[in-house]
C-alpha cells in the first residue's frame, strides 16, 4: 500500500526564516510526486510535480526537490502569506486514473 | 471556465438523515474524484469516475455512500442514514494536462463540509 509521511505535522516561522518541509513516501513504483498549498477552508491549489530523483523546481519563495525516497519543499525568506498547510502526494504507475494518495500536511505559520 | 464547483459549501444534518453533494468538473475533464478530509488530516480518497464509469472505489466508501456521474459530467455523492464519524470535508477534484506543469494535474473545488449533529 502506498504510504506518505509529512514531517513536521507544524512549523512555526519568523518572516524571512528559511525552513524545509519533508515528505517520505513509499510507493510501489512513483509516477509522480505533487505539493499542494492548502488554505483554511479551501480546497488543494497545485504548486509542483516532480518525476525522477534529483529533479528540483521552484516557484517564488518555494523550491521542491525529490530523492528515491523523499522530497523536500523548502521556503526561503517566508512571508505572512506563505502561511497555509502544504501537502505532498504520490501517484503511483498502476493508480486509477490520476489517482493521488495524500500525507497529513505540514501547517506553517508564518509570523511578521 | 471558473474551474471545480461544489454544492453545497457547507451542510449541517442530523445523525440518520441522507445528504447529497453536487460537484461539477472542469467542463475539458473526463475524469474525477471524490476525497474526504478530517480536520488536520490529509484528503483521503474515496472514489474515481472516468467519463460515466465509476472505476475504483476505496474500502472507505462503505455501503452508505454511493457516488453517481450519470452523463459524464456532474457528479453526486450520497450519504445515507448518516453518522457523527461521516462530519468531514468532502473535496471533488478533476484532472486534466496542465502544459505549464507538464503533468495531469487534479484540481480541487472548495470542498463541501458535512457535520453531523
Known amino acids: 500500500e502506498d504510504q506518505v509521511t509529512q514531517s513536521p505535522e507544524a512549523l512555526r516561522l519568523q518572516e524571512g526564516e528559511s525552513s524545509s518541509l519533508n515528505c517520505s513516501y513509499t510507493?510501489?513504483?512513483?509516477?509522480?510526486l505533487f505539493w499542494y498549498r492548502q488554505d483554511p477552508g479551501k480546497g488543494p491549489e497545485f504548486l509542483f510535480t516532480?518525476?525522477?530523483a534529483g529533479e528540483e523546481k521552484e516557484k517564488e519563495r518555494l523550491k521542491a526537490t525529490l530523492t528515491k525516497k523523499e522530497s523536500f519543499l523548502h521556503i526561503t525568506a517566508p512571508k505572512p502569506e506563505d502561511s497555509a498547510t502544504y501537502l505532498c502526494?504520490?501517484?503511483?504507475?498502476?493508480?486509477?486514473?490520476?489517482?493521488?494518495?495524500f500525507g497529513g500536511g505540514t501547517r506553517v505559520l508564518v509570523k511578521p | 471556465d471558473t474551474g471545480v464547483s461544489q454544492n453545497p459549501r457547507h451542510k449541517i444534518t442530523k445523525r440518520g438523515q441522507n445528504v447529497t453533494f453536487r460537484c461539477d468538473p472542469i467542463?475539458?475533464?473526463?475524469?474525477l474524484y471524490w476525497y474526504r478530509q478530517t480536520l488536520g488530516q490529509g484528503p483521503e480518497f474515496l472514489t474515481y469516475?472516468?467519463?460515466?464509469?465509476?472505476?475504483?472505489k476505496s474500502r472507505l466508501l462503505s455501503d452508505r455512500f454511493s457516488a453517481e456521474r450519470p452523463k459524464g459530467s456532474f457528479s453526486t455523492l450520497e450519504i445515507q442514514r448518516t453518522e457523527q464519524g461521516d462530519s468531514a470535508m468532502y473535496l471533488c477534484?478533476?484532472?486534466?494536462?496542465?502544459?505549464?506543469?507538464?503533468?495531469?494535474?487534479?484540481?480541487f473545488g472548495a470542498g463541501s463540509r458535512l457535520t453531523v449533529l
Open positions: 469516475f472516468q467519463n460515466e464509469a465509476q472505476l475504483e
Open positions: 510507493v510501489s513504483g512513483l509516477r509522480g
Open positions: 477534484a478533476s484532472s486534466g494536462w496542465q502544459a505549464a506543469a507538464g503533468a495531469n494535474v487534479l484540481t
Open positions: 502526494a504520490v501517484q503511483a504507475k498502476k493508480a486509477a486514473g490520476n489517482k493521488l494518495t
Open positions: 467542463s475539458e475533464h473526463n475524469r
Open positions: 516532480l518525476y525522477s
